[in-house]
């Protein structure tokens, strides 16, 4: 049974430019949520899509979006990039946006900004 | 204030040493409390799943959930080199808005 996948492991953009970071939810799991994880903290929540529709959203400015798929699978696109923006970015899964199941991470994409 | 804190350490402990690890919270509303593992430029794995005040023990690992003083903790019996890593506590009330603590880094010296 395949966990949390995401793609790239490792990304490094410029300022101004714009990325796409892609995660494929663990074996029946409906509900993906993103998280920014800064160097030497925690994650932070960004955002979380069930049934293809933004559930619900942390404190980050709309220049972060994202989508989901029928398959469950997400995109998180960040616009105009800062060099605040690197960091790891994290892909987490659960079942149902409504419970309180717990999520399960995958490995991370790191970003770095120049 | 943030919603959760957690003294990010680091810890330094000699193998076969208990470890406990903390987290202080500040939204009573909370109502579920996790520890995840993080090892160095992964992802975290979820270690400990409570939802109730008091212990639940798995193997060497203790989570212990003290409602009334918001207060959470992570006990580690026996601590082997393995156990080397940052320690996140997470929590969340309703919802699936997970609020992570800053990790705690521990190094366990064989």
């Known amino acids: 049974d395949a966990g949390v996948t995401q793609s790239p492991t490792h990304l490094i953009k410029t300022r101004g430019q714009q990325v796409t970071l892609r995660c494929s939810p663990k074996?029946?799991?409906?509900?993906v949520s993103w998280y920014q994880q800064a160097l030497g903290q925690g994650p932070q929540f960004i955002f979380q899509?069930?049934?293809?529709?933004?559930?619900q959203r942390g404190n980050f400015p709309d220049r972060f979006s994202g989508h989901q798929f029928p398959n469950y699978s997400s995109e998180l696109n960040v616009n105009a990039l800062l060099l605040g923006d690197s960091a790891l970015y994290l892909c987490?899964?659960?079942?149902?946006?409504?419970?309180?199941?717990?999520?399960?991470f995958g490995p991370g994409t790191r970003l770095t900004v120049l | 204030q943030k919603e959760v804190e957690q003294d990010p350490g680091p810890l330094s402990v000699p193998e076969g040493a208990i470890v406990s690890l903390n987290c202080t919270y500040s939204n009573s509303a909370f109502q579920y409390f996790m520890w995840y593992r993080q090892y160095s430029r992964k992802g975290p794995e979820l270690l400990m799943y409570?939802?109730?005040?008091g212990n639940k023990e798995d193997g060497r690992f203790t989570a212990q959930v003290d409602k009334s003083s918001k207060y959470i903790s992570l006990f580690i019996r026996d601590s082997q080199p393995s156990d080397s890593a940052t320690y996140l506590c997470?929590?969340?009330?309703?919802?699936?808005?997970?609020?992570f603590g800053t990790g705690t880094s521990l190094t366990v010296i064989p």
């Open positions: 987490a899964s659960s079942l149902d946006w409504r419970s309180t199941d717990t999520q399960y």
């Open positions: 997470a929590m969340l009330w309703g919802g699936n808005q997970f609020y």
């Open positions: 074996s029946g799991h409906d509900t």
């Open positions: 899509y069930y049934e293809e529709e933004e559930r």
């Open positions: 409570t939802y109730s005040s």
